[in-house]
């Protein structure tokens, strides 16, 4: 009995700890997303009508890993990986990275 | 634009360290972003704003003969050189017409000599300067806020606002000139011994004036190495602001060929016209380049080359053709889709060593 009531009230405090914990995630989920949209409107304003066009799990990628480089989580090399990543979604480059386009020589006035 | 009266006294240090004093009790035009930093620094010795407009002398095509008019253009320095342009050909049109200019203080020496300005004038000007004038030419925004600017050559369009028919002006006279003194040359030639001496000179805009026009510094390197092999000098032109990269680029060269210009703009446009090539993005260089007429490499992707090179003699420039390029962006933020620009990377080091040896072998021909 005692020691029913024991894992009684340890479930108890684990359910308890899991919902204060859930919650906490949640604040904090909550205030990385904002911050993530005070960073996308100040930093890439300009992307707007492309960003809106791309998948919601893909506009998170960016904003979280431009939140996350800011704070010192990502190295440059994982956050470029990661722009990268989104960058592919704009069309500028292809699926193995490279940047899409050709280069086009002009000449102007020669003299003969 | 802003017509602004400043109540008091006020020193504000412009773009070249230079140290202008606004006098209280005066009017003063300016433009946006500078009275945007005048609310900043003194909010409480800023008086009341007379609507731009009020003041504005709009010229519509009138006979200029005998009249006194003022252009306005705060920069950068390849926006000074089309409104020079411009007016020389005004001045064609209406040889009386006296022509005072208005620049960023920056700017100055690249108006020094020009034969068609009598006066030039330090932004910001003063209300009883500016109503001196019959006319003003009002030039600023008219690249960044144009559509017309992503069709038409620059040159061309700074004469279409001065209601000039440029489709009659000859190619010859939308080429941009800058007058130098032989007394600077032979100062130049004392200064810098180096300029003397018999080897071809190529000179190259580091940077350009904004990072999305910016080609991958490091990127010339190979560039450079490959030009000092082939027993050439170089000459890397930049201001203070670039001076690392330049520095950079000196060291790892490791080459008593290559040498770094950061000087005040005058001196370096001196030097400048001693170069025998240029290579250099879509900035400044490219006109002093221009305008010297020495044989140029331009590197280009925001914007296409024939809105700047249409005119210039002996030009080759390398365009970028991709999804989002030409996008003509302007300002002074990198490319939102990567620093640097995705269509500049596109531009390899051997696609610009392949380029210039062919400029040089067009030359040569």
Redesign the interface.
């Known amino acids: 009995m005692k020691e029913d009531r024991i894992s009684q009230e340890t479930n108890s405090e684990k359910k308890k700890l899991d919902e204060i914990y859930e919650d906490a995630l949640n604040r904090v989920a909550n205030a990385i997303f904002s911050n993530v949209k005070i960073l996308i409107e100040e930093r890439l304003s300009s992307l707007e009508p492309i960003l809106s066009e791309i998948e919601t799990i893909k506009f998170n990628t960016v904003a979280l890993s431009t939140l996350l480089h800011s704070e010192g989580f990502f190295t440059e090399k994982e956050f470029k990986e990661c722009f990268n990543e989104v960058v592919k979604s704009f069309g500028v480059v292809d699926e193995e990275g490279k940047i899409k386009g050709k280069v086009v020589l002009n000449k102007y006035n020669f003299s003969s | 634009m802003k017509v602004i009266n400043v109540l008091q006294d006020f020193q504000i240090q412009l773009g070249n360290s230079v140290v202008k004093t606004l006098y209280g009790d005066n009017f003063y035009i300016m433009s946006d972003s500078f009275f945007q930093k005048l609310k900043f620094l003194i909010p409480n010795s800023l008086g009341i704003e007379i609507p731009f407009r009020e003041i504005y002398n709009q010229y519509n095509g009138e006979d200029l003969s005998g009249r006194k008019v003022l252009g306005l253009r705060h920069g950068g320095g390849g926006d000074i050189l089309f409104m020079l342009t411009a007016f020389r050909e005004l001045k064609r049109k209406f040889p009386s017409v006296e022509i005072d200019v208005a620049v960023g203080n920056q700017y100055i020496p690249i108006v020094v000599g020009e034969e068609s300005v009598k006066k030039t004038l330090s932004i910001p000007i003063t209300l009883n300067d500016w109503n001196e004038y019959n006319y003003h030419f009002i030039f600023e925004n008219l690249i960044e806020n144009n559509e017309k600017a992503s069709r038409y050559n620059a040159y061309d369009l700074f004469m279409e606002q001065m209601k000039i028919d440029f489709e009659k002006v000859s ?1 010859e006279n939308k080429i941009p000139r800058i007058t130098l003194f032989e007394a600077e040359k032979n100062i130049a030639l004392r200064k810098f011994q180096f300029l003397g001496s018999p080897l071809k000179k190529v000179g190259i805009q580091v940077t350009a004036s904004s990072p999305v026009r910016t080609y991958p510094p490091s990127k010339f390197l190979p560039v450079i190495s490959h030009l000092t092999e082939n027993n050439y000098e170089v000459y890397l032109f930049g201001s203070e602001l670039q001076s690392q990269e330049i520095e950079y680029l000196v060291k790892q060269s490791n080459s008593n060929k290559v040498f770094s210009i950061v000087q005040p703009l005058r001196e370096a446009i001196v030097i400048a016209s001693f170069m025998n090539y240029f290579i250099a993005p879509d900035s400044m260089f490219i006109h002093i380049a221009g305008a010297f007429q020495i044989p140029l490499l331009g590197i280009y992707g925001p914007f296409r ?2 809105l700047r ?17 030409p996008c003509f962006k302007h300002g002074m ?1 990198p490319c ?3 620093d640097p620009s ?2 500049l ?3 390899s080091s051997e ?1 610009i060593i392949e ?1 210039f040896d ?1 400029l040089v072998k ?2 040569k021909s």
Do not use: Q, W
């Open positions: 190619i080359s024939s090179m249409k005119y210039f003699k002996n030009a080759i420039a390398l365009d970028v053709e991709s999804g989002c390029s933020n939102p889709k990567g995705p269509c990377n596109l531009i696609m380029t062919k067009e030359i």
